[in-house]
């Protein structure tokens, strides 16, 4: 969860590594749009950057995403989940993202605060697993 590559160039793993990434696009510590780190002030990629160097690692760089809107569970908290799932060609998710419209620095959770940026429509931990218990690496 929320995290974006620096930006100088790196090395491609050796093996595909599936991946989940979710960020929100009014986070202020790692900006959506790339530039530097509010904490250790580290050049970061943008999150489509991240996004697409996963995608090229896993194999899935000429694969169409499979987009849908999670269920808008909480109308008042001004934040939509919207994930993307890049699939190879044995119908394994290699890349899953889920961008948190409206969301910042925070992981989604129906039990956070009323606050601005906290996402409420799912929980983070039920994603990680959903995720998660698809690979058996």
């Known amino acids: 969860f929320i995290a974006n590559l620096p930006a100088d160039a790196l090395p491609q793993p050796p093996l595909p590594t599936p991946i989940l990434i ?3 696009t009014q986070d202020p510590f790692v900006l959506y749009n790339g530039g530097r780190a509010e904490m250790n002030r580290a050049l970061l990629r943008s999150t489509p950057s991240t996004v697409n ?3 090229k690692a896993n194999g ?4 169409k995403g499979i987009t849908h809107a999670l269920p808008d569970r909480d109308r008042s908290d001004d934040c939509r989940l919207i994930e993307t799932r890049y699939l190879n060609t044995q119908g ?10 409206g969301g910042t620095h925070k992981i ?3 039990l956070a605060e009323h606050y601005p940026g906290n996402c409420r429509d799912a929980e983070g931990a039920d994603l990680a697993w959903n995720f998660m218990s698809q690979h058996s690496r």
């Not at 899935?60 to 694969?63: A, D, E, I, N």
């Not at 394994?92 to 419209?101: A, T």
């Open 22 to 24: 979710a960020n929100g």
């Open 53 to 55: 160097y996963w995608r």
């Open 92 to 101: 394994e998710v290699m890349v899953d993202f889920i961008e948190m419209k």
């Open 60 to 63: 899935v760089w000429g694969v």
């Open 108 to 110: 989604p959770s129906r």
